[in-house]
């Protein structure tokens, strides 16, 4: 016990020198910082710049953050937007939620984000980076961004501190939708969504990738969120209210191509350019490590200084003056070209990237800051998708109110309720130069048969989340998608490694027949840029952090009930699924080839369909070790080999005529009838919303 305690004290001595030392490190990079103030003063106004209000615009923030700071916290925090939405008006947690939104200071500030989002004014986001011409109130509301002392533009999608409360305010939205549907108002519906959407389209007008990503997520949601409330209450949008949602939804009310790509992190990296590396000179390692590894810690001082060691030595590698601002240059000017042409057909898109064609670490700074930037262009052509499907899905329930039937045909819906139709932007026969609309067809009714066959339901098979520029999020905070965990492959080989009669698994062919299967599936390569983005996020946290993290997640209630639905399908109960992800969790970051794949990307290396599969496959190696296979995958594997394997994926829907669906073909360019839809699908689901058909697999509707 003495000799514990000697070196326990030892140990503390050491972090405690550690941390001095790690402190008078970062204090004396700001000390050199701050000796040429101008260059960071210049950066941050010319960031401040591309936010401003402009003549002819007008800036919401002086209507919109006195009703955000009088807001009073959620029942939930840590809730999403997305995870508030799988709620009903009939689910027990959402009389929490209700009482909340009803409360007069939420009430206030949806009345004020109808009035601030009003496009008449041109209303933009003006909120300046950094703590300077804030108001006194808005900064003890945290209605501000931190960009620390001295100030960092890089800092700024970290130290944004407003999005707190804007995602306050998208949460409230969906949970008043749901409650005024609920309650029979649709007009006051319509409008709470409709504000919804303009939030997040004044987002997108921000500088820095964070914001603008988030502002196209909201639009996504808020659309996908219109048809879920027209499906939940199939007879509150009549014809007017279809009308309304559909000229909100409009290419030129939106006007979505003045959007324009991010600029922030093109100033934030010729800002530090400037503080880390001699002019015309190489990279000044103390100030370049300190720096970095402050961005890498943000307010965790501790983070921040252990940090320091490996920033200082990927400095050792990193490109010099003139090098880096030639990278930065033709990085953002290969991606800005590419962002102005928009045409995702156009040969020039079908050529890597500067930035792909980068050496990670020989420009890791660029590849801290501008790493996954890529997704813009996945996020826009979610945005057209997403717009087209939406109002030609609406026009369809517009005609159902009217005519009691679905349309005979999608063009029927034009002009009385939609005045034109959109085409599907993933739809372009190049021989042809042919474009076409979104497929609509009416499950039953416009099957074909033969003479003596009846027709039968259409079957969905649904995957996670929409996939899309925040897919590395949608990861962490859908815990147990049996997909992702390679789980569903099991359900095609069960009966050969698991005994009925005795209840006996053959681990030695399971782990065999789960390796081959892994092996040959299909991995769709628009999920390896989100993958890749985890695993550098991973990369920076103790597997303890991951591990509590993780916990923190699960009881989160839209996780909750996507853990609920993923722990039935599989034959879990909660308790069980829970410890089964701690152990997994804990088992995969220990393991040898895991490590070794997480490493290569932290250090700089692509993730490529190879590398994905070894993570894969390491965690295939864990699952069929007897601390998993006994308590957990014996089960999973009974339930699979009893129910066979159309019933045993549980991610299996079927539509008859009661409903119609309407889709895009999605990335390949096939249309394959809605097959198979969400994480992983080859159709993009337009109608029924994707958040519609996950809360039937759970069970919730």
């Keep these: 016990m003495q000799s514990f305690r000697r070196n326990g004290s030892t140990e503390v001595s050491r972090v405690i020198h550690d941390f001095r030392r790690g402190v008078t490190v970062l204090l004396g990079a700001a000390v050199l910082v701050i ?162 959407f303009r939030l997040g389209r004044m987002m997108a007008d921000r500088a820095f990738f964070d914001e603008k990503a988030w502002g196209y997520e909201e639009m996504l949601l808020a659309m996908e969120r219109m048809l879920d409330i027209a499906c939940l209450h199939p007879d509150l949008f009549t014809e007017k209210q279809v009308k309304v949602l559909v000229d909100a939804l409009d290419v030129r009310a939106v006007a979505p191509e003045r959007i324009r790509f991010p600029i ?25 490590g300190a720096i970095m590894a402050r961005l890498a810690g943000g307010d965790r001082p501790l983070s921040a200084f252990s940090e320091a060691g490996r920033w200082s030595k990927l400095a050792e590698r990193h490109a010099g003056w003139f090098d880096s601002r030639e990278k930065v240059q033709g990085i953002f000017g290969d991606w800005e070209k590419r962002w102005d042409l928009n045409n995702p057909f156009d040969p020039l898109m079908e050529t890597a990237t500067d930035y792909s064609k980068m050496d990670k670490l020989k420009f890791s700074a660029v590849e801290r800051l501008a790493g996954g930037m890529e997704t813009m262009f996945v996020l826009r052509m979610d945005l057209a998708t997403y717009m087209g499907g939406t109002r030609s899905a609406l026009g369809v329930v517009g005609y159902k109110s009217a005519f009691a039937q679905w349309p005979p045909n999608l063009p029927a819906v034009q002009p009385r309720f939609v005045p034109r139709l959109d ?55 859908n815990p ?158 009974a339930k699979f080999a009893s129910a066979g394997p159309a019933a045993a994926s549980g991610s299996v829907i079927e539509l008859t005529d009661k409903e119609f669906v309407l889709y895009s073909v999605g990335p390949n360019e096939r249309p394959e009838w809605a097959r198979q839809v969400g994480e992983g699908g080859t159709d993009i689901i337009i109608w029924p919303p994707l958040l519609n058909l996950e809360r039937r697999l759970a069970g919730g509707n």
């Design 423 to 477: 085409n599907d932007p993933w739809f372009f026969e190049e021989a042809r130069e042919v474009r076409q609309h979104f497929t609509y067809f009416v499950p039953m009714r416009d099957q074909r048969v033969a003479d003596r066959e009846l027709p039968k339901p259409h079957e969905i098979t649904v995957g996670g989340a929409r996939l899309s520029g925040q897919a590395a999020l949608a990861a962490l905070t």
């Design 35 to 196: 000796a040429s103030p101008a260059r960071g003063q210049d950066a941050v106004a010319r960031v401040n710049g591309v936010v401003a209000a402009t003549p002819g615009t007008k800036d919401a923030t002086a209507e919109l953050f006195p009703a955000l700071a009088a807001m009073t916290p959620p029942p939930d925090e840590a809730a999403s937007p997305r995870g508030v939405s799988q709620l009903k008006a009939s689910s027990p947690d959402f009389a929490a939620w209700r009482k909340w939104a009803e409360g007069q200071p939420q009430q206030d500030a949806l009345k004020t984000l109808r009035s601030a989002t009003d496009p008449k004014n041109k209303p933009v986001l003006a909120l300046p980076y950094g703590r300077a011409g804030v108001a006194q109130a808005w900064l003890d509301a945290g209605l501000y961004v931190d960009l620390g002392k001295p100030e960092l533009v890089a800092a700024a999608p970290s130290g944004a501190r407003y999005m707190e409360r804007i995602v306050w305010l998208a949460t409230l939205s969906t949970v008043e939708a749901e409650r005024l549907a609920a309650d029979g108002k649709p007009d006051e519906c319509a409008d709470v969504l409709i504000a919804w």
């Design 264 to 288: 922030g992190e093109k100033i934030a990296l010729e800002q530090l350019t400037e503080m880390t590396i001699a002019e015309r000179g190489e990279v000044k390692r103390e100030v370049f």
């Design 480 to 637: 147990l998608n049996a997909e992702r965990l390679g789980l569903d492959l099991l359900r095609g080989f069960a009966a050969e490694v698991y005994d009925s009669k005795t209840g006996a698994v053959d681990a030695a062919k399971l782990k065999e027949r789960w390796l081959a299967a892994a092996k040959t599936k299909q991995i769709e390569p628009q999920i390896l840029p989100a993958v890749e983005q985890g695993m550098r996020m991973m990369a920076t946290l103790s597997p303890e952090q991951i591990g509590a993290a993780m916990t923190q997640m699960m009881e989160m209630p839209g996780v909750a009930a996507q853990l609920e639905s993923g722990a039935a399908r599989l034959g879990l109960t909660v308790a069980d699924a829970k410890q089964f992800l701690a152990k997994l969790t804990s088992m995969t970051l220990q393991s040898p080839g895991h490590k070794e794949v997480v490493e290569a990307v932290a250090g700089g290396q692509t993730l490529t369909r190879e590398l994905y599969l070894k993570a894969f496959e390491a965690g295939i190696e864990e699952m069929t070790k007897p601390e998993l296979v006994e308590p957990y995958i014996r089960t999973i594997l």
